[in-house]
């Protein structure tokens, strides 16, 4: 499916170069003199490599045409994520490079979708928001301004992320999947 270049998204799935590719960040500039253009940050769903591409707002950019299914993860092993159909009762395993970070946020029973392409999978994608604990975190530095300092915080699962100064040890946050930001505490 034919798009234009203003539309492209981050997360989304298009052909370009004989290759399919996931946007990563993506730029819309409109400069004072020239064109409109997207600048895309992408990255190769099979070669595993990553492109900088410039789009003039006025090209055409072709969408992969993907079927989209929903799972639920039951379980991980150490080179494999598992997950079930709820309709069909059938289960697939993809390798933990598929997802990358983001396995860490998997939990029992978490309805993901999985994209594939010929009946091949290709990526899982997340809900946009999921709950975590914090497990550590720095002590506040006193003076510090709330409105531009974060500190490192250490999720239950492993992962690292950036939060602001009022957010302790055991606090329940919500971390925005896409980006892998800090959202909102609970």
């Known amino acids: 499916m034919k798009i234009n270049a203003t539309e492209i998204r981050v997360g989304m799935i298009i052909e370009h170069k004989d290759d399919l590719w996931e946007v990563m960040k993506t730029n819309h500039v409109k400069p004072g003199k020239g064109g409109a253009f997207a600048q895309v940050e992408m990255k190769s769903l099979i070669k595993n490599t990553k492109l900088n591409e410039r789009f003039r707002s006025s090209e055409t950019i072709e969408k992969a045409s993907l079927d989209e299914i929903k799972y639920n993860f039951l379980y991980m092993d150490e080179n494999d994520f598992y997950f079930m159909n709820p309709q069909t009762f059938e289960q697939i395993n993809l390798n933990k490079n598929i997802l990358g970070e983001k396995g860490k ?28 604990k914090i497990d550590t975190t720095d002590a506040t530095i006193k003076g510090q301004t709330v409105s531009s300092s974060y500190k490192p915080a250490t999720l239950n699962n492993g992962l690292n992320i950036q939060v602001p100064p009022f957010i302790e040890s055991g606090d329940t946050v919500v971390v925005d999947t896409r980006t892998m930001d800090y959202v909102k505490k609970i």
Do not use: D, R
Request: negative net charge.
């Open 105 to 132: 946020l998997l939990t029992e029973n978490l309805e993901v979708s999985i994209n594939f392409y010929n009946e091949k999978p290709l990526n899982v994608t997340l809900p946009n928001q999921i709950t975590c």
